[in-house]
């Protein structure tokens, strides 16, 4: 990005809204995990015009932004050379293993590919640069606000959510899909942890087949 971008994650949600306007104007659907997560329902709140429907995987909710075995990471952001020094301490196989790196991410691991585009792209000054203005405008009075608002959207929501999940509770997430009624459907996965992309593929793609057509019968009911 350039060097005097605005990466608040207000910001990034407005920028990707805006991309997605340009490249769909008729409508999209929207599928999101992690700190993606956050972005998308900040999208609901804010931008939503466009999205026809959303697959929320496992993120971050009301004051769990970051969840706590990563929250260092806001914290060192800071430090001079802090970002390069994560880079180096990540190369090490026992500590990606760990909570505070991936450990907790998927039951099945990282690929050897997905390791290497994770880590690599920290070797690049501009990139660290700007995941530590990210990572510093973090703060749980984003996920409180979006969890105070999506109550109102009129947009379809599934929650996709992994049992066993360490990162982001279960109860966290039930409590939002609760609160959000009839525009909110819910379904648990086993066998995986925060990342079911990675750990039940087969699950996200039938939530996506179930999200799709939940928002084509709606739009067209609508209509």
């Known amino acids: 990005m ?21 490249a769909c104007p008729n409508g999209y659907w929207i599928v999101a995990s992690d ?13 939503s015009g466009g999205i026809r429907g959303a697959l929320l995987l496992p993120c971050d909710l009301y004051d769990n932004f970051l969840p706590i075995a990563l929250r260092y990471l806001q914290w060192v952001a800071p430090v001079p050379g802090a970002m390069l020094l994560v880079r180096f301490v990540l190369e090490i196989r026992l500590i990606r293993s760990l909570p505070i790196a991936f450990g907790w991410l998927t039951r099945s691991g990282l690929s050897p590919e997905l390791v290497r585009q994770t880590i690599d792209p920290l070797k690049d000054a501009g ?39 360490r990162l982001f ?6 409590k939002l899909s609760d609160a959000m009624g009839p525009m909110s459907t819910w379904t648990e996965v086993d066998e995986s942890y925060s990342f079911i992309q990675i750990d039940r593929p087969d699950a996200v793609t039938d939530g ?11 739009n067209e009911a609508s209509q």
């Open 127 to 165: 990139i660290r640069r700007d995941l530590v203005k990210l990572l510093r405008a973090i703060e749980p009075d984003i996920t409180r606000r979006a969890a105070s608002l999506l109550p109102q959207t009129t947009v379809p929501v599934r929650f996709l959510w992994a049992t066993d999940d």
């Open 2 to 22: 350039d060097p005097d971008a605005d990466l608040s994650v207000t910001s990034v949600a407005e920028a990707v809204a805006g991309v997605l306007a340009r």
């Open 208 to 218: 996506i087949d179930k999200m799709a057509g939940l928002g084509l019968r709606r």
């Open 35 to 47: 700190t993606g997560g956050v972005v998308a329902q900040l999208m609901l709140c804010d931008h």
């Open 169 to 174: 509770p279960v109860r966290m997430a039930r």
